[in-house]
């Protein structure tokens, strides 16, 4: 996968939308990527004489944009792939938050090496082909031999940005933690194979494809000396921090009984604030946190999707926004969203948003800004989420010539979050051309998703009888 590979002009789109600082849309818009870069950006009528000469000569690939719009690649902050393999299991299907967790840490137990990384291949594969072009992934339980790693693998695979984030959780419930304790494991275990992983796969490049992230699970499922010695070594490492906060009034309550603070002062008084840490959720997130959060630069990643299904709440990200809170969009994990459709995602955050706070409350600009400089800024990258020269080399292009979006021409931008959701009509990650014709290029899906389905039944029988397993 390290080839070298042509230049490519994208041209003719009807909108490129560039998030830049004057947040340009170009009609009739061109980009040109060389290498892993964006080298050029304007009107179709005004690309430069060099690469309208290696197109004539063969030099540089043509790939023609009318009727789509095409924007910088979408940002996910926030899942857990490795759930693709538990959607809509019945036990949990009208479960809050920790009567969810309780009903699938069983299932989970059951995880293989095979199964992480088939899981991983599969939600990804969904991701890119609804416009996400950089992903994060929270795993945080390592049974049966099953290893960060593994994922990783997975995501080089995919040709997909990674940030691996190696999740723990050490609190089992014989401890007074959420999780069993086959699930947990012991904080020296926790750090050394942190350490182990950033020596072996973090690049803190510029245009890297593979970061390494920290992250305890949770409040409710590692101790204090955990969350702070993780801090440490991350901050010692140059590493980011992630874990959930405030989820819902569970999460809160469980928060001021265990610590006697609520998750935002928990946060800050382990040091777990700071432009290199972001917090999933953040629904219950009070005023006061919402201030700390701000004057710190601590992200959130919104997961508007999950935040409904488990019936948590609304998170109030206008609030946040306004005291500078970084925000970016997340899935989720795929047992808490049953789809991972990251287009999807920044239409329902559109739409809760509205239902929440009122129509103003977010505009579809805004929604699209989240999800691409947003989600940067979260994952705390100056490298993607704007297509600008300079830039990492990360498109996607939405076909606006189908039924659902038959009538909306007039403001085709708006129209990708306003009407049905559409799949990505190409992607290009790291310029390199992922998804052509709505399909991915580099890979047969439907054996994946047979394996995919048959680990899936698997898992799930196995936690059913686990005597005839």
């Not at 929270?138 to 997909?160: C, Q, W």
């Not at 799949?423 to 990650?429: F, G, H, K, R, T």
Request: aromatic share 4%.
């Amino acid at each position: 996968m390290g080839a070298a590979h042509s230049p490519l002009v994208l041209r003719h789109a009807d909108v490129v939308v560039t998030m830049d600082a004057q947040r340009r849309e170009i009609a009739d818009g061109a980009v040109v990527v060389n290498g892993p870069a964006i080298e050029w950006v304007g009107p179709t009528a005004a690309l430069p004489t060099p690469w309208l000469d290696a197109l004539a000569n063969g030099a540089a690939q043509a790939i023609d944009l009318r009727g789509h719009v095409l924007m910088p690649g979408l940002v996910n902050t926030h899942h857990h792939m490795y759930q693709s393999l538990t959607r809509v299991v019945p036990q949990a299907q009208d479960a809050e938050l920790f009567g969810w967790l309780t009903n699938l840490y069983l299932l989970w137990a059951g995880l293989t090496p095979e199964m992480v990384r088939v899981s991983t291949q599969t939600a990804m594969a969904e991701l890119m082909l609804s416009g996400c072009t950089t992903t994060s992934d929270h795993l945080y339980l390592f049974p049966n031999g099953a290893r960060l790693d593994d994922s990783i693998d997975a995501a080089d695979a995919m040709g997909m940005r990674f940030h691996a984030a190696r999740g723990s959780m050490s609190v089992g419930r014989s401890a007074g933690g959420l999780p069993p304790d086959s699930v947990v494991e012991t904080e020296a275990q926790i750090l050394a194979d942190s350490e182990r992983l950033i020596a072996r796969w973090h690049d803190a490049s510029r245009h890297s494809m593979r970061r390494i992230v920290l992250a305890p699970c949770s409040p409710f499922s590692v101790s204090r000396d955990l969350m702070r010695e993780s801090a440490v070594l991350a901050r010692s490492q140059g590493v980011s921090l992630h874990t959930h906060l405030a989820e819902n009034d569970n999460d809160v309550t469980y928060s001021r009984e265990k610590f006697g603070m609520t998750p935002a002062e928990y946060a800050e008084d382990l040091g777990w604030v700071g432009h290199d840490v972001w917090h999933a959720h953040c629904v219950k997130l009070d005023e006061p946190g919402i201030a700390v959060f701000g004057r710190t630069g601590t992200g959130v990643a919104h997961c508007p999707c999950s935040n409904m299904r488990l019936g948590s709440g609304i998170a109030p990200v206008g609030a946040m926004r306004r005291a500078g809170v970084p925000v970016g969009l997340g899935v989720d994990g795929s047992a808490s969203n049953d789809g991972a459709h990251m287009l999807g995602e920044v239409r329902q955050a559109l739409l809760l948003q509205r239902v929440g706070f009122g129509p103003g409350a977010l505009t579809a600009r805004e929604a699209l800004e989240i999800a691409t400089l947003g989600g940067a800024r979260v994952l705390g990258r100056d490298d993607i989420g704007a297509l600008v020269p300079g830039m990492s080399a990360d498109l996607v292009a939405f076909d606006l010539r189908g039924v659902a979006h038959a009538g909306a021409g007039h403001d085709p931008v708006a129209a990708l979050v306003f009407c049905q959701s559409a799949n990505a009509s190409l992607s290009v990650i790291n310029g390199r051309v992922r998804v052509r014709n709505g399909r991915l290029v580099d890979m047969e899906i439907e054996p994946l998703l047979e394996r995919h389905r048959a680990l899936a039944r698997t898992l799930y029988e196995s936690a059913r009888h686990p005597h005839t397993a």
